[in-house]
């Protein structure tokens, strides 16, 4: 979709959320990939944190970032497979007002052309926590960079056109 140049552009204050049992700061390359494409984007990553494989823990992290009025969307990374510790999704049940199911259908989508049928075990999803976007993407270094280039960067740059989420921030606490 195009961008929109005459339109402003209008960074987005997010949170970024590693979940792993053993990632620590150092050896988050996934992590590292989605700060650096958040602040090559112009965005502003205001908050970043690694939670163990944890129901509970991934929770407390995301109804903190959410109470939290300087954050506007987070973005996880792990724990959106198939094995016993993966539970992001789960966590995300937890704290979700809303499912934004196109996000996973997409990201399906699109992963299919790099990753063939093994996209078919990927559980990344989208939700709206109170106002607060939550974006789950798998662990892996490919998977991040494809949904952060090919879904994120258009979403979340408030000049893309026909729509974009940046667009409705202002209304997603109306009632």
Known sequence: MPIDTTRPFKPVRMALLTISDTRTRDDDTSGNILAAKIDDAGHE???????????EQIAA???RWIDDETIDAIVTTGGTGLTGRD?????L???KSKDIPGFGELFRML???TIGTSTIQSRACAVL???????????????VIDGWDMILAEQLDSRNRPCNFVELMPRLRER
């Open 45 to 55: 990553l205001v908050a970043r944190e690694i939670s163990k494989d944890s129901v």
């Open 61 to 63: 992290h995301l109804h």
């Open 87 to 91: 539970v992001t999704p789960e966590a």
């Open 93 to 95: 049940d937890r704290v």
């Open 111 to 113: 992963t299919y052309k």
């Open 129 to 143: 926590a109170r106002g607060t976007y939550i974006f789950a993407l798998p662990g892996s270094t490919g998977a």
